[in-house]
């Protein structure tokens, strides 16, 4: 989804942090919005391309393939994002609707902010149901469709404005190209509504703390809700709960000097809170210290410096040569990867039939296990015992009974 005209309060990409944390809206409005990020201009390429690509523009997408390679940015995005059209196509196509691109959709009705408006990337309007569609181009976390509210609040303001049609039911999708990754919700109408209207309420409590005193304000700090927020830097009540959560409350009361596995489990849901929350902090403090600010005890010094490369690469090649260096020792020739491969693939350098006979000879190194929640949705990571130990040191009680 494109965001809201202007810089709203309520914006549905947020709505994640202020449902939660409804202090973040008056508490951010003290701190600058930051700068856009690199991450931030690609996704709006990407977002650019998708929508000429769905409106056949191929005028417009050439436009876009220049500022692609004038920003320096991955070629290769035009081509990425076509898991996101083929999938809107198709289900337009098989569900026989009408495509929107890019469709706006007023907000206010449903976050109550006076002139609130958001772009849709896609809405397909059908025989008695109504979609929408979020394509997200980054590669970070996953994301699911169910439960979201951003994808909820759109749903809502879609509904809006297609209700002239005879609609039972709204799916929402999240298509993430890059991830191969595509999550659907479906709901009636009725509990579309209904979930909406949680939303209005909650939405008109922020606007009504918005103009409250700060010792009137909500706080519900947490890992999702602060990471993202303008004023984690500064936020005692996530400071607090950092504090707390890494102090003894959090530990059983026992005079055994060994965590047991309870402990355990607790301290590994509080650290990536704590981890983001001290990264916070450090950015914060070498910021502070650039500005020529003191803080007590601590001080700015030279980093790890970067590794060593020619400043001038065809004048030392040139003395190098001058120098009469065997070409064995003045260069490093070095095979392509299979990903160098693919691109050769792509770009019809190679055949599919000859990448094909590559296919045998790529290998990868295994995942190594990794902690996750217990909710989490990959399968369980199980290591054999004859992974964990040598043949001849496998526990008795662990060895196959021959």
């Not at 709203?8 to 709505?15: F, H, I, M, Q």
């Not at 606007?207 to 409250?212: G, N, R």
């Not at 709960?241 to 530990?251: D, K, P, Q, R």
Request: glycine share 6%; hydrophobic share 40%; aromatic share 6%.
């Amino acid at each position: 989804m494109m965001a809201p005209s202007g810089h709203a309060l309520l914006a549905p990409s947020a709505a994640h942090r202020w449902l939660m944390c409804p202090a973040s809206v008056p508490f951010g409005l003290q701190f600058p919005d930051g700068e856009t990020s690199v991450y931030a201009e690609e996704g709006t390429l990407a977002h650019a391309a998708a929508e000429c690509i769905l409106r056949d523009d191929k005028a417009g997408l050439d436009s876009v393939k220049r500022k692609i390679l004038a920003g320096n940015f991955d070629p290769e995005i035009p081509e990425k994002v076509r898991k996101y059209t083929d999938y809107v196509t198709a289900l337009r196509d098989s569900v026989h609707g009408e495509l929107f691109v890019e469709q706006r959709l007023a907000l206010t009705a449903i976050t109550g902010e006076e002139g609130a408006r958001g772009t849709s990337d896609a809405v397909i309007l059908a025989p008695g149901e109504l979609y929408v569609i979020d394509l997200k181009y980054g590669q970070g976390d996953k994301i699911d469709a169910p439960e979201n509210p951003q994808l909820l609040i759109y749903a809502a303001a879609a509904y809006q404005a297609f209700s002239f049609a005879d609609i039972e039911r709204v799916t929402v999708a999240i298509v993430q190209p890059r991830l191969d990754h595509v999550s659907e919700w479906t709901l009636d109408l009725s509990d579309l509504l209904a979930r909406a209207d949680d939303v209005r309420k909650k939405a008109a409590a922020v606007l009504v703390m918005k103009d409250a005193a700060p010792e009137a304000w909500e706080y519900h700090p947490g890992l999702k809700t602060c990471k993202y927020c303008k004023a984690r830097s500064s936020c005692r009540a996530l400071a607090e709960a950092c504090l707390t959560v890494a102090g003894v409350e959090i530990l059983e009361k026992s005079k055994t000097p060994r965590l047991v596995a309870a402990e355990i489990g607790k301290i590994l849901e509080a650290l990536p809170m704590i981890e983001k929350w001290g990264d916070t902090m450090r950015e914060t403090a070498i910021a502070e210290l650039t500005a020529g600010r003191d803080i007590p005890g601590w001080k700015l010094v030279a980093g790890r410096v970067g590794p060593r490369k020619w400043a001038d690469e065809q004048a030392a090649e040139k003395l190098l040569t001058g120098w009469k260096i065997p070409t064995a020792s003045r260069y490093v020739k070095k095979l392509i990867s299979p990903t160098g491969a693919e691109s050769l693939q792509k770009g019809g350098m190679i055949t599919s039939e000859q990448f094909a006979e590559l296919m045998p000879l790529i290998t990868r190194t295994p995942a190594a296990p990794a902690l996750a929640p217990a909710d989490d949705k990959r399968p369980a990571y199980r290591a054999t015992a004859a992974d964990d130990y040598p043949d001849e040191t496998v526990p008795a009680e662990n060895k196959e009974k021959k």
